[in-house]
């Protein structure tokens, strides 16, 4: 199970263009939620080593896993089936501060990516009948955003019962030179 979910992405300051509920009419939205998914399930690890540490991140890994047996057995259970519940209120509490943060870095990353195309030649620029500016300044926005968020959840560990080791870079405003 992954800390978040494309919805994260269908409005507000995190909108990608096409990302909407794969049960809306547009067959594009099944391709953008695949590329969405993709960047969660490969940047979650990293997100989560850098955020809180190598032993706190397991246990978030555990509690996702968790949940998502949970909720398969809830689904497959049939009637009289008793399905013993599963709740860990602090570990869920944990993963809710981490989750806007985690959705600033997989913006952060696709945007950065996604203005460019890999061929065999080198790096291009994504061809586009609209013309697209440069992504720098809703990098910077972006990743400034998800800085704030994370110094706000770095208060928090302080005063929890985790012991969260974070990258000092998880908490370093950029500009757009990134430096």
């Known amino acids: 199970m992954n800390l978040i979910d494309c919805s994260y992405f269908y409005t507000g300051p995190l909108a990608i263009e096409n990302a909407k509920a794969t049960d809306d009419l547009d067959n594009n939205a099944y391709a953008v939620q695949e590329a969405i998914n993709g960047y969660i399930e490969h940047y979650q690890e990293e997100f ?84 697209n500016q440069p992504p720098r300044q809703r990098m910077v926005s972006v990743w400034n955003h998800m800085v704030e968020l994370n110094r706000k959840f770095v208060k928090w560990a302080e005063t929890s019962d985790y012991e969260v080791f974070y990258h000092v870079s998880m908490v370093t405003p950029i500009n757009q030179f990134n430096i």
Do not use: W
């Not at 890994?61 to 009289?80: R, T």
């Not at 997989?106 to 061809?127: A, E, H, P, S």
């Open 48 to 131: 989560l080593d850098k955020m809180v540490g190598e032993a706190v991140a397991a246990q978030v890994e555990y509690h996702l896993a968790a949940v998502e047996a949970y909720e398969l057995a809830l689904a497959n259970a049939d009637d009289g089936d008793v399905v013993e519940p599963y709740a860990d209120d602090d570990a869920e509490d944990l993963c809710e501060r981490l989750r806007k943060p985690f959705a600033h870095y997989i913006y952060f990353k696709m945007v950065g990516d996604c203005n460019q195309t890999m061929t065999v030649t080198g790096l291009m620029r994504i061809k586009s009948a609209n013309d």
